[in-house]
């Protein structure tokens, strides 16, 4: 039989490195190749044209792969058609171009879709405020957030680092970036990113954030034309009973949220779970939901993995308050005896955006200098393939989707 496919397994047995696997799906299709993204059939593999560079590629990176015969794959293809299967072949058509929102001094370290990124050999582009403002945005299909402050308070880490050289240097420097753009202020900069971000999705754009640019960017839109400042982030007084003016309707995924006024407080809102919850490490894991793969392709693309339960690892923005969550965003991840939402995905106008609460899936608690992590330790890690799913499914063939 001639063997014309080149199937990755992406089981919890089988797979050597999951993690680099996308990185190959990803390459294959740059070369032009066509791929086909099979939905819950062993872990969410990959069927790859056959052919020599493909292989050695596999065989170079360390990936786990079977050559099959056409009779092999029809067969793979029809089990997977079956209506009693929750399974799908989704097609992926090209290989998105990718954007990280990233300070250019940061250290790739600092940001864990950087790291897996790197370590998968998926090429990506850094942006930052100047080439969003200057609608660079429109250049790419998939953009992820680093973990900034939208807000302008500089993370609110005034409280404990006001006095460290990297926090006054930090400040400095945002605070010249802004005047450089023409504003007065970090926050009003901030927001004028943030706003171009949101246009971004609206549009068709696909964006991922993690941790505390999750909550900051939706923040920063419901506190659009109010200053919820205090002095020593922009200089003056916040505005009088801000929180009555906070619009819930200009937001992506959150709702009804208080903001944490106290300025010394490293916390944004209520919308964080970090304060709020008591789990012990052992047993801090939350699970994935389970969606039809022929009715909903999306989600169930999102939660592809080898396993359904996950390492909870912490952060700024450990985990969403599922009180704030709106109703019309879908919690991928979750754990429901702490109405703890971990891992949620939303539609807006044309595009799509992902939040995923915490920084780093291998680093439990990960502080301000701790070395980075090294993620040829964790090659299978199912933290950061959740990662790994939101950077490949930009490439799926496209259906409509409801605004």
Known sequence: MFASFILIPMDEVTQTNHLKAYGITYWSL???????????????????????????ECKIRGVTY??????????????????????????????????????????????????????????????????????????????????????????????SYRRAPWYIEQKKAAENLATELGFHKVSEEKLAVATKIRDFVIGGGFMFAMCSATDSFDIALSAEGIDICETMFDGDPSDVNYEDKINYKNTFAFKNFSLVKNPMEYEFSSIDMTRKRTIKRILDYFSLNEYSAKWDPVPTMLC?????????????????????????????????????????????????????????????????????????????????RLILNNVLFPAAKKKKQKT
């Open 30 to 56: 740059s070369q032009g190749n066509k791929v086909k993204w099979l939905l819950n059939y062993e872990g969410g593999s990959f069927l790859l044209e056959d052919n020599e560079a493909t292989r050695n």
């Open 66 to 159: 079977n050559v099959i015969s056409d009779t092999e794959a029809a067969q793979i293809l029809e089990e997977i058609a079956s209506p009693s299967k929750n399974m799908e072949a989704v097609i992926l058509e090209k290989a998105p171009k990718i954007a990280v929102y990233s300070p250019k001094d940061k250290m790739p370290w600092d940001d864990a879709v950087t790291m897996v990124l790197t370590y998968a050999e998926i090429p990506f582009d850094v942006v930052y405020d100047q080439e969003v403002l200057d609608e660079k945005l429109l250049l790419y299909e998939w953009l992820h957030l680093h973990h900034e402050d939208f807000t302008g308070q500089y993370g609110k880490f005034y409280g």
């Open 304 to 384: 592809q993995n080898h396993t359904m339960l996950i390492k909870g690892f912490m952060g700024q923005t450990t985990s969403f308050d599922r009180e704030t969550v709106k109703s019309n965003v879908l919690v991928l991840g979750e754990i429901k005896s702490n109405q703890e939402a971990r891992y949620i995905h939303g539609v807006k106008g044309k595009g799509m955006f992902t939040f995923y609460g915490g920084h780093d899936p291998e680093d439990y608690q990960h502080r301000v200098g701790d070395p980075k992590t090294e993620l040829d330790l964790h090659p299978n890690s199912p933290g950061y």
